[in-house]
């Protein structure tokens, strides 16, 4: 048993394993958190039906995609259209192997990781591009085009964003961002006297427009193009686009996590007196929390059953709250506890964006992409070199 | 390990560079062009140049490709018109061809002692570090000069595609 | 020597640095301060000071090669300033400076003067000055595309005309197929040596065997490429097509600078990097030379339009130069040198005087066009009796001192039926050229339209005229200066 431990290959398997079971669930009660959080914005409830405070409400959705009939239009240019999906959800979903959720955590650490996530992120456009063009559609057509200059363009100013992290780290392997992060004692979002902020903030709009999300949905924007490059898709590949677009979101949230946020370190990483109440109070404060917020609820259950359900998902968070404070079980897991804290309140901003701001135009949308974002994340690149370089 | 996935990644660059040229949809070429720069690129993580090889697949494959399938999909072309091959021509330019590649790889198996082959592995100046120093010492000209190319071809879209100037 | 940027790599590349920045000046004062197109002749003034600029800096390079001797090598070796880089640099400076004179009266006439114009042939200039200093494959090839792709755009100037761009997008294909046989035998040079630079790859080069495969693939491929750029036969197909399409002043840019540039690469590559290889690449060089002589003679003889004969002639003065370099002795080299600053001086002569005749809605390019000249304007036609004489090599004129060099070369070296064959051509030349001086003679004029002029297209006139001639009747300190550029 230990020598299948000790292997080398085991870690990367198993996590390669985990990633692809967890990314369908997780984006699935990403949706659902998306939903019940604008609904909270909106002053409505949300999906309420299934299951309690429907939280089973996407599996169902799920359930309902794999089921459909798929449809492939008569005059679409068929092998295209099968593969576009998959270009999209393969290179979102590889993206997630260079992030390290952990010191441990991590599929593979390569020392060009972001590198590698950046050429992932611009072969995706293709998926986009052509599930578009192959659908022979109208909505389609203008969607993926809309979507491939969205894509060309915000990239610039990502990758610009990106390159002040990484001349501060000195290093493009994830693990090692993290790490000078670590040693230099501070998040890189307020490194450089603060100065690093302004990058992290290119770097977060853009990321924005490179998921497609409001307030820069116009390749899907449902009131002008149906629902954009994939209106003609349905059933499972429509499914698949959706996955892929999730995806991205978490691939593009860990990467702002990892590069600017401090990976899995928690705050104050090299305080060490805070190791303790942090490292034991932060996860056991969250997880209790939710707990009784879980226990809370039961009394407004309409049904037994989903009384039941609510308590016995609030036990199960104060498991988890307790097994953190078992040290042995504390020190590998609270890392990836920290990730996903961050990555959590990522997600929530950007659902919060979308509940905030109205869709931009077009030609707005340019401008803002080559005016503002581009020169900006210039302009952050050098000041941010040259306060490197004075501070030594 | 390594010897097998250079034979895989190889045969598919050749495949789809072989599929660029029969392929009768300009979208379909594109995208055959993209498989060989992505071999490529796989070809070049294999043999230790791991810049190269991101850095392929961002600039080739991802911007300048997707530029080319962009601009496919907005002249809207369709696919062209084979012209009709002479029989003669097919059956003078495959030995002629096959004769070709089996001369130069004769050529290059004599030339290149066993010595000098390449070993995977065996090269470990492709790190972004190395890259990079040589970039800016030894090649500090070249490197720089590019802008000037860069700055000329920028200037000629302009000139030569701008309505008003 | 640091490996960073250094006072010596300052020195080298400064000509280069302050036409990169006039350059980009005049991109930025273009629309700064004359957004009136009438206005745009006031560029040129940018054009003058920057290449004097560069003069300042290339003259305080020569002066310490006169003090010094040998050669100053920067940028690790990227980079090397000796007699033969001067030479040319001086040469692409002057070419530069009188296209730019005479450009702006054309482009007003033609109505597409922009500012761009004058930041493009700068840079171009800078390409070039990395053709003749460049001591570095990858420097080579940067340089060269630099040049190039200036060259593509300049061809399409004029967007109005379909003819212009038909050249700019034929140049623009044939020339990057022919970078893409020089990288290619680039290439294969690096691989063979191991190292981009050019010292490196001589002791390479001289360790194989001349018909080594791998090397003459190498050797080929690279002088496929060249051959391209100096448009010699059969390479040649791009050369009438562009020069005719191209704004007048461009082709007289590409016939004198992109040639010159090309020339002395392909100089440098063959007398120095592969040197030793020379059992290779002569029969090569033999072959083509000849091929081009025959191709531009005979071509241009049924020529109707000045510019495509012009265009030929080209050929067929690239299939001189490349003989000299057969010869393979100092005469011969010190042919050639003399032979490209002849050259360029009165190619451009010539296209200058084909510039005047470009008026408003007319061309100007057909032979006819040129008829009665001397009536409507004697010292063009004087003028361009001289460049004729001198492109035929007639005696009291430059061009002849070229040929007799060249000529002399191959004698010594034992080259005699190619010596035969290069003079008999030069009967057949005197012909076409010929049919220029007769129509512009003997011609009856059949309208009084008289050439455009302006101050620069005078003082260029007058420049090139003078040189032609000097050149040839005191032709000692220009041979001189040849001998010292090519003693390293």
Request: glycine share 8%.
């Amino acid at each position: 048993m230990n020598a299948i431990f000790s292997n080398p290959w085991f870690l990367p398997l198993a996590m390669t394993l985990v990633i692809i079971g967890v990314v369908p669930l997780a984006v699935a009660y990403t949706v659902l958190l998306e939903r019940k959080v604008l609904a909270d914005m909106q002053v409505r409830l949300g999906p309420m039906r299934v299951g309690p405070h429907g939280l089973l409400q996407t599996l169902a959705d799920a359930v309902k995609l794999l089921l459909k009939e798929d449809l492939i239009p008569a005059a679409s240019n068929k092998g295209m259209f099968r593969f576009a999906p998959v270009i999209s959800f393969f290179t979102a979903a590889t993206s997630l192997a260079v992030i390290p959720f952990s010191r441990v955590f991590h599929v593979v650490d390569v020392n060009v990781g972001l590198l590698v996530i950046s050429a992932l992120s611009s072969v995706g456009i293709l998926g986009i591009i052509l599930g578009g063009w192959s659908s022979n559609s109208h909505y389609s057509l203008l969607g993926s085009l809309r979507g491939g200059a969205q894509l060309i363009s915000y990239e610039v100013a990502l990758s610009l964003a990106l390159v002040s992290g990484v001349m501060a780290a000195g290093t493009l392997s994830m693990t090692g961002i993290v790490e000078s992060q670590l040693h230099q004692g501070v998040w890189f979002a307020f490194g450089n006297y603060g100065l690093m902020f302004v990058p992290f903030m290119v770097y977060f709009i853009s990321s924005i427009a490179e998921t497609n999300r409001a307030p820069f949905d116009l390749p899907e924007a449902e009131s002008e193009l149906v629902a954009g490059y994939f209106t003609e898709y349905s059933g499972f590949r429509y499914a698949i686009y959706f996955l892929a677009e999730y995806t991205a979101m978490f691939v593009v949230g860990s990467v702002a996590v990892t590069v600017f946020w401090g990976g899995w370190l928690r705050p104050f990483p090299n305080v060490a007196w805070l190791a303790i109440p942090l490292d034991y109070g932060g996860p056991l404060a969250v997880f209790a929390a939710t707990g009784a917020l879980c226990l809370y609820l039961v009394k407004q259950q309409p049904i037994k059953a989903y009384a039941v359900a609510m308590v016995v998902v609030g036990l199960a968070f104060f498991g988890i709250a307790i097994a953190y404070l078992i040290p042995a079980f504390n020190a590998p897991a609270v890392p990836v506890f920290w990730f996903l804290l961050k990555l959590f309140v990522a997600l929530y901003v950007m659902i919060w964006l979308r509940g905030t701001f109205p869709r931009y135009r077009y030609d707005q949308l340019m401008n803002i992409g080559w005016k503002v974002m581009i020169p900006t994340a210039l302009g952050a690149l050098f000041l941010n070199a040259l306060v490197g370089m004075l501070r030594g | 390990m390594e010897g097998l996935l250079f034979l895989t990644f190889a045969t598919i660059a050749v495949l789809c560079a072989l599929n660029l040229v029969l392929q009768t949809h300009p979208i379909s070429s594109a995208l055959s062009l993209i498989g060989v720069l992505g071999s490529i690129a796989v070809l070049y993580l294999l043999l230790g140049g791991e810049f190269i090889a991101a850095v392929q697949l961002i600039v080739y494959a991802g911007a300048i490709m997707v530029l080319f399938v962009f601009v496919i999909m907005l002249l809207n072309t369709g696919a062209e018109k084979q012209p009709t091959r002479k029989i003669v021509v097919t059956w003078i330019s495959l030995p002629l061809l096959f004769t070709f590649i089996a001369l130069a790889a004769m050529l290059i198996a004599q030339q290149v002692p066993k010595t000098e082959v390449v070993t995977f592995g065996g090269f470990s100046g492709g790190t972004t570090l190395s890259v990079g120093r040589s970039l800016f010492t030894q090649y500090l000209l070249p490197f720089e000069v590019t802008s000037i190319l860069i700055l000329i071809a920028i200037l000629g879209a302009v000139v030569l595609a701008r309505k008003e100037i | 020597m640091s490996v960073y940027y250094s006072s010596t790599d300052h020195f080298v590349l400064l000509p280069v640095i302050l036409l990169a920045l006039f350059g980009c000046a005049t991109l930025l004062f273009d629309f700064w301060l004359f957004p009136d197109a009438r206005q745009r002749r006031f560029l040129v003034w940018f054009l003058l000071i920057g290449e004097a600029f560069a003069g300042v800096a290339l003259w305080r390079q020569q002066s310490f090669l006169n003090q010094h001797g040998g050669s100053i090598n920067a940028f690790n070796g990227s980079l090397v300033v000796d007699g033969f880089s001067l030479y040319f640099h001086w040469i692409f400076l002057a070419t530069t400076t009188l296209v730019g004179l005479i450009s702006y009266r054309y482009f007003e006439v033609r109505e597409e003067h922009h500012g761009e114009y004058y930041g493009l042939i700068m840079l171009a200039q800078c390409g070039m000055f990395f053709l003749a200093s460049g001591n570095e494959l990858v420097t080579l090839f940067i340089g060269l595309e630099t040049m190039a792709v200036t060259f593509y755009v300049l061809v399409g100037f004029l967007r109005a005309d379909k003819r212009s761009n038909e050249a700019a997008l034929k140049y623009l294909l044939l020339g990057g197929f022919s970078s893409g046989f020089l990288a290619y035998g680039f290439s294969i040079l690096y691989g063979i040596s191991g190292s981009t630079k050019l010292n490196e790859i001589a002791s390479a080069v001289a360790a194989r065997d001349p018909f080594d495969p791998l090397l003459f693939l190498a050797i080929a491929t690279i002088l496929v490429g060249l051959f391209f750029k100096v448009s010699a036969a059969p390479f040649h197909m791009w050369t009438p097509d562009a020069y005719e399409g191209a704004p007048t002043v461009v082709t007289a840019y590409l016939a004198v600078g992109s040639k010159a540039a090309s020339l002395a690469l392909l100089v440098r590559l063959l007398t120095g990097a592969l040197s030793t290889a020379h059992a290779a690449w002569e029969p090569l060089l033999i072959g083509v030379a000849l091929l081009s002589m025959t191709v531009g003679n005979f071509a241009a003889v049924t020529q109707t339009n000045t510019k495509r004969l012009l265009a030929y002639s080209s050929i067929n003065h690239a299939g001189y130069i490349l003989l000299g370099l057969v010869a393979r002795n100092t005469i011969g080299l010190q042919g050639v040198m003399i032979y490209i600053l002849v050259y360029a001086f009165m190619n451009l002569g010539a296209f200058l005087v084909l510039t005047s005749l470009a008026s408003k809605g007319i061309a100007g390019e057909d032979i006819n066009d040129l008829n009665g000249l001397m009536q409507k304007s004697p010292a063009h036609a004087l003028w361009m009796l001289v460049f004729l004489l001198s492109l035929a090599g007639i005696p009291p004129t430059a061009g002849f001192l070229g040929k007799y060099l060249i000529f002399l070369g191959l004698l010594q070296s034992g080259h005699y039926i190619l010596a035969i064959f290069a003079a008999l051509y030069v009967a057949v030349a005197i012909y076409y050229y010929f049919r220029l001086v007769r129509a512009m003679f003997t011609q009856k004029q059949e309208n009084a339209v008289a050439p455009t002029t302006s101050l620069g297209m005078k003082l260029a006139l007058g420049v090139t005229g003078v040189l032609t001639l000097v050149i040839g009747v005191y032709p000692e300190p220009w041979l001189r200066f040849a001998q010292w550029s090519i003693t390293r």
